[in-house]
């Protein structure tokens, strides 16, 4: 009952506005990696002027052609190639899964680049979860420089929080039932000693042709925002059945973060081998 409650005064929060809050970062993930990647870091050295780094900003050598790829080369690409290898070695040194986490429950994970897919098969129902990494890290707002003297330990930290599919299929029925899923901004953090709340939430659940890509908007949608809270309650219900509840979503956060940053990682390492043209 308190649950119910519970989730009834969530859905009035939402009610009150349209649009959905940007993910916030998660506290209780204790991830290594601080909320400025080192490469935004360049700019700390004429951030309380508000200038832009001088690395982006120095006047242009004259370019030089020297590598048999043929391609052109200047001395900013010289700086900038020693930048990436030291901002590479860096977010090596912080990562904090060399390897991406495994999830409980006995999701298989699947992965095609920044898209991953967690499947699960129980009595007769198939469960499926599709998330995409990019543009999955919340933005910060950048405070007055004056006022934030913070040192490194004290930054946020970044933590990806993907909005993520939800596709339960059984055997006998036409199509699958569908739903969008994400982590708003008002509902990602419980405390100990309270009545556990909902760190995700359902926005939109609709029957969808199993496998398709794209929504279809010829089918029905049912948008949570004017809900009766009962049902809304019952439909989260129906998922933790199934295994995706507050302790799903901890592990989805903490896999897509480590995946998030294992693919800068290789987003860098590409881009300085482009950048040497090797």
């Keep these: 009952m308190l649950k119910s409650v519970s989730r009834a005064v969530q859905l009035a929060a939402r009610l009150s506005s349209s649009v959905p809050s940007a993910p916030a970062v998660r506290p209780a993930l204790r991830l290594s990696r601080a909320f400025t990647r080192s ?3 360049l700019s700390h050295s004429g951030a309380a002027s508000g200038s832009r780094p001088r690395l ?3 006047t242009r050598a004259l370019p030089t052609v020297s590598c048999g ?3 052109l080369h200047t001395e900013g690409d010289k700086v900038f190639a020693e ?3 030291d901002e590479i070695k860096e977010e090596q040194k912080i990562q904090k899964n060399k390897t991406l986490p495994k999830m409980s429950g006995g999701w298989e994970l699947e992965l095609n680049g920044t898209e991953a897919k967690l499947i699960r098969s129980l009595s007769g129902e198939k469960v499926t979860i599709t998330f995409n990494v990019n543009n999955s890290i919340p933005p ?7 006022h934030t003297q913070k040192s490194q330990e004290d930054e946020p930290e970044i933590v990806s929080t993907p909005n993520f599919v939800v596709e339960v299929t059984k ?11 994400h982590f708003p901004e008002d509902e990602t953090s419980h405390g100990d000693g309270e009545e556990e709340s ?3 939430a359902i926005r939109e659940v609709s029957f969808q042709p199993e496998g398709d ?11 949570t925002d004017s809900l009766d809270w009962a049902l809304y309650d019952h439909l989260m219900d129906f998922l933790a059945d199934r295994g995706v509840d507050n302790t799903f979503a901890d592990e989805l956060m903490e896999l897509s973060t480590a995946l998030e940053h294992q693919e800068y990682i290789k987003f860098l390492e590409d881009l300085s081998t482009f950048v040497k043209c090797k």
């Excluded at 910060?140 to 004056?146: A, F, K, N, V, Y």
């Excluded at 890509?213 to 948008?223: D, F, G, P």
């Design 39 to 41: 490469i935004w870091s």
């Design 56 to 58: 982006l900003t120095a």
């Design 69 to 71: 790829c043929g391609s």
């Design 83 to 85: 930048f990436l290898t």
């Design 140 to 146: 910060q707002l950048e405070e007055d420089p004056e």
């Design 171 to 181: 055997s006998g029925a036409k199509n699958p039932l569908v739903f969008d899923c």
């Design 198 to 200: 909902d760190i995700f």
């Design 213 to 223: 890509a794209e929504w279809k908007e010829t089918s029905y949608t049912l948008n």
